[in-house]
T-cell receptor
Framework: AQKVTQAQTEISVVEKEDVTLDCVYETRDTTYYLFWYKQPPSGELVFLIRRNSFDEQNEISGRYSWNFQKSTSSFNFTITASQVVDSAVYFCALIPSNFGNEKLTFGTGTRLTIIP | SAVISQKPSRDICQRGTSLTIQCQVDSQVTMMFWYRQQPGQSLTLIATANQGSEATYESGFVIDKFPISRPNLTFSTLTVSNMSPEDSSIYLC????????????FGPGTRLTVL
């Protein structure tokens, strides 16, 4: 069984500060995929990134960056120079590479508030 | 990525009634999923809807309460039957796209309030 833990329930930072959202996962599968999704107040779930278990390269996309460390089973998400529009609930998720039986396991989410 | 729409976007319903939520995708997809997100909670998978076969329900969800249809590769419906206030949630459909980046994409959600 899979498990995703987002220990930070809520985070508040002042605009322009950097913030890191933590994600720790558990799985017995050797091949799996990790995701981050953003859920703004409107409720829609927006896909941000997908990372497979064989690719431990960090990724940067604009102000967003992700740090995947297999040794610590973590997939952390950093927002640089935060903006008010970044305020949302962020979910980390995992899916095993078992085509035909894919089920996303979500963490409990981290509510991020950016204070203007 | 696929463009997913849901109807209605929100509704307020009376206890004991039923609501059918529609999910439309702009391309053909093999797998569609229905999730429930109770207030302040994470997402919970209700069922997997596959075209041409019965939906596969997760533990704790039954077909009588959440009947699902999947008449073709671009459309699915979820019915919430005999509603109670505990059914107040956001209901989201998602689709899985295969290719260089196999990923589940989500619809905008249906925000349901049961009085």
């Amino acid at each position: 069984a899979q498990k995703v833990t987002q220990a930070q329930t809520e985070i508040s930072v002042v605009e322009k500060e950097d913030v890191t959202l933590d994600c720790v996962y558990e799985t017995r599968d050797t091949t799996y995929y990790l995701f981050w999704y953003k859920q703004p107040p409107s409720g829609e779930l927006v896909f941000l990134i997908r990372r497979n278990s064989f690719d431990e390269q960090n990724e940067i996309s604009g102000r967003y960056s992700w740090n995947f460390q297999k040794s610590t089973s973590s997939f952390n998400f950093t927002i640089t120079a935060s903006q008010v529009v970044d305020s949302a609930v962020y979910f980390c998720a995992l899916i095993p590479s078992n085509f035909g039986n894919e089920k996303l396991t979500f963490g409990t989410g981290t509510r991020l508030t950016i204070i203007p | 990525s696929a463009v997913i729409s849901q109807k209605p976007s929100r509704d307020i319903c009376q206890r004991g009634t039923s609501l059918t939520i529609q999910c439309q995708v702009d391309s053909q997809v093999t797998m569609m999923f229905w999730y429930r997100q109770q207030p302040g909670q994470s997402l919970t998978l209700i069922a997997t809807a596959n075209q041409g076969s019965e939906a596969t329900y997760e533990s704790g969800f039954v077909i009588d309460k959440f009947p699902i249809s999947r008449p073709n590769l671009t459309f699915s419906t979820l019915t919430v039957s005999n509603m109670s206030p505990e059914d107040s949630s956001i209901y989201l459909c998602s689709v899985e796209e295969y290719g260089p980046a196999d990923t589940q994409y989500f619809g905008p959600g249906t925000r349901l309030t049961v009085l």
